[in-house]
């Protein structure tokens, strides 16, 4: 009885890492900068991302205002800190629908994402607020 009841607890305490660690993702961020490859991407833009009820928003705004991406969807954790985003909307409407796999670390007030498909990585690092 002795053991089982501590399995009991030791699923318990699981649970709640995971979920506790979910929901510390949650919050607002504003965009530090990306990289593709070995080189820098959307140098100069700004942006803001949210993270609530396990929907992920981000949006960029290019320097001079005439160029916004936007995308938003669904995660789900597969393992610690890599996490299955599948996009619901998207500025190009052909990425509607695609799942992308990604490393996401949260330390203290640095979000950093990095893909995880292979093909052309890439790495986002964002602030929280």
Do not use: C
Not at 15 to 28: C, P, V
Not at 98 to 119: P, V
């Amino acid at each position: 009885m002795k053991i089982f009841s501590k399995v009991v607890v030791a699923v318990v305490v699981m649970l709640f890492s995971f979920s506790a660690f979910a929901g510390s993702l949650d919050g607002k961020y504003e965009f530090s900068w990306r990289s593709k490859g070995d080189l820098r991407d959307l140098d100069g833009w700004t942006g803001s991302m949210v993270i609530e009820n396990n929907t992920i928003s981000r949006f960029f705004k290019s320097s001079d205002g005439k160029t916004e991406k936007f995308y938003i969807g669904t995660y789900k954790e597969e393992a610690p800190n890599t996490y299955a985003i599948t996009f619901t909307k998207v500025y190009n409407p052909k990425y509607v629908g695609a799942t992308h796999k990604n490393l996401i670390y949260l330390k203290g007030k640095k979000f950093t994402m990095q893909s995880l498909d292979g093909g052309k990585t890439f790495q986002e690092v964002w602030v929280k607020k």
